[in-house]
Each structure stands twice: as C-alpha cells, then as structure tokens.
C-alpha cells in the first residue's frame, strides 16, 4: 500500500503535464475568468474608442466591403482616405457574427475564448509555454509591454482604427495569466507567429489555431495564407467596413485600393448588391 502511495506521489510531482492539467480543471471550475462568457472575457474596465458607435442600431449602418483584406503598412492612408470619403465618425469596421455585426471588444473576446479551448484541449502546448518561455510577442520583442492589456498597443487606436496591432500575445497571456492563473517560467523570449523561429511559437500563430465556432467563419473571398477555420480566417473573413446609413453617404463612389497580402485589386462592392446588414 504505501509503494502505490509512493508511486502515485511521484507521478503527480515529476509529470508537469498531469500538474497543469488538474491545476486548469480546478481554475475552470473556480476561477471566474475561466467560466465568464467570451463577450465577457477581455474587458480591461477601459472606454473601448471603437464600441461607441456600435451602439447604434444595426439598419442605421451600411456594410460598404465585406473582408477587406490585411491593410499591412498602408492602413493610415487607407483610414485618411475612408476619413476623407465619408468623415471620421461616419465609418466604422466591424465583424459578422451570427447574423449581426460586432465591434473591436466582441471581436477580441471570441479571439481570445479561441486560444482558451485551443490550449485546454493542448495541455502539452500549454505546458511547453510555461516551462520554456518567459514571455511571448508578436511583432517585436516591445509587445510585453502590453501585458494583459488589448490596448496598450503603443499608439493611440481611437485614432488609428486600422493601423497593424498585435492581438495574439496579449490573448494567450491573458488564457494563461488571468483564466488560468499561471505563469511563465521559462527563460524564452517566443515569437507567436507564422515565422517564428519557435516550433510551438509557428504552431500557435492565430492562422494555424482552430477556430473554436468553425460554422460562423464567413465563406472566404480571397486566398489568403491563413489556413481555413482558424482564428485569422474569422477576423479577415468576417471583417466588414461599414458607413451610415445617409443617403448623402450612400451617393459617394466607395474607393478601390490593392489587397495589401495578395496584390489582388480589392474594389469595395456595390451598395446595391449588399443587404443591410442585421
């Protein structure tokens, strides 16, 4: 009886993934951020600059281009241009979700639940993070600055709406930090990202991960280098542009600009030939 003991007692202390495992089942069952909803999950208790507007209703607003593409290093003069064509706080930008359009926080939260599930059902993933990283970034090592924080980005986004932000650190670090209640041990700094130099770090690039909803991923109009039903399909594919909806708007010829990853002219669709979004 007491060699099973002993037995047991070593299994559960040498085997970090067994520690891991049960330490997440008992954060789910009591940490608060584990069982909140995802449209609960990020809120940084912060004026969100970009949900105001998504407080209208949804027949006052008229999607102008459906998945518009990655921006890249033009987004500023993309935004100066929607700026321009139909003024500041006439355009928004947007994300079909179950048949209604959802702002930047809603978007982030369901990015965010993503790598939750992915993570819970990938202990070894998981674990191979908090034993070899010390902290993760996306674009450049600065990124850990942002913590835990969606918009601590380094800019001001109230006034770059479109301009290249980093989202999947802070949503891993926050899976591990605030709903699962652990912490890096490693001495790693990980790139999360498709060229990462990192195995785990390629892995976990958000146009690899699953999407938690594959069903609410919106058919894709362009190929993009993000593999189908993954968390970077849904923000690309689900992704609107959206103006008043004004008939003084309504009138102006939507402008025509490059899809920034492929090259591939992206004209912004007929007004006629979109239904007003629900």
Request: with cysteine.
């Amino acid at each position: 009886m007491y060699i099973k003991l002993l037995i047991c007692v070593i299994v559960v202390t040498c085997c970090p993934n067994t520690r891991y495992l049960d330490h997440r089942l008992n954060t789910a069952k009591n940490n608060k951020h584990a069982l909140r909803p995802a449209s609960l999950a990020v809120s940084d208790n912060e004026l969100d600059p970009l949900n105001s507007s998504y407080a209208l209703r949804a027949t006052e607003w008229q999607t102008i281009m459906r998945q518009p593409g990655c921006f890249g290093n033009r987004s500023l003069k993309i935004q100066k241009l929607l700026d321009t064509r139909y003024g500041k706080e006439n355009w928004r930008v947007g994300w079909v979700w179950q048949g209604r359009i959802i702002g930047e926080e809603e978007m982030r939260a369901l990015f965010e639940e993503a790598y939750y599930q992915h993570l819970v059902k990938h202990p070894a993933l998981l674990d191979y993070l908090i034993q070899n990283a010390r902290d993760i970034y996306d674009l450049d090592p600065s990124d850990i600055d942002s913590g835990t924080n969606y918009w601590k980005q380094g800019f001001d986004l109230s006034k770059y709406r479109l301009r290249v932000r980093h989202l999947q650190d802070i949503a891993i670090r926050r899976v591990i930090r605030l709903r699962l209640e652990l912490n890096f041990k490693g001495s790693k700094l990980i790139q999360i990202r498709s060229t990462s130099e990192d195995k785990i770090g390629r892995e976990l690039s958000p146009g690899f991960v699953p999407f938690h909803m594959p069903g609410a991923v919106e058919p894709a109009l362009f190929n993009g280098w993000w593999k189908d039903k993954t968390i970077e399909a849904f923000c690309q594919q689900n992704r609107v542009i959206q103006i008043k909806n004004r008939p003084d708007l309504l009138a102006i010829t939507p402008p025509v600009f490059t899809h920034a990853a492929t090259g591939v002219i992206k004209k912004i669709l007929s007004l006629k030939a979109i239904e007003t979004s629900a």
